[in-house]
């Protein structure tokens, strides 16, 4: 897997690759809905005639993902938001999905308890990539500096690692200066 340092924010670079392969119409995931902000940015990129379809464990990120989008101008026909976990995706999703955004962790503002697990995190990845179209990203912000995330972001590292023969590219993008639990974001574009 190749490494960059990146100078700017790690979301913005993750926004930036994923903004360069959406297009207008396409379907896209978010399989952590957290708070929604990466949903609101993946109904922006597919615009009207696209489908952003998330996944999240908790009602509160649902709420507040829907309430973000609503709030923004999002009409509900853009998005489909399921009180699910990421690892159950595959029996919601099409073929060809242009991306897949994870940003692995907790809730910010809410239950530090409630994490993503590294089994789910690592069966959520297999169906993310079987579900890319060719070209497509797929993106992992990983957090090593809470409890359990240290675990989780060794093995995404270690799948990406895996992976990394089998699509165009695979890359970790760190900040400089990065220390062992800053957080750092891969990203894989499928071949």
Known sequence: MKQEIVEGSLLETAHALIDAVVHEGDVVVDATVG????????????????????????QDAIDSASRHMSESGIGSGVYDLHLLGHELMAAHLPMGVAAVMFNLGYLPGGDKGVITQVSTTLQALDSALHHLRGGGVLSVMCYPGHLGGDAEAQAVAGWFDRVAQSVDSATCYQRRGARETTPFLLVAQKS
């Open 35 to 58: 708070n929604g902000h990466d949903t609101l940015f993946l109904a922006n990129c597919v615009g009207v005639g696209g489908r952003v379809i998330g996944f999240d464990l908790q």
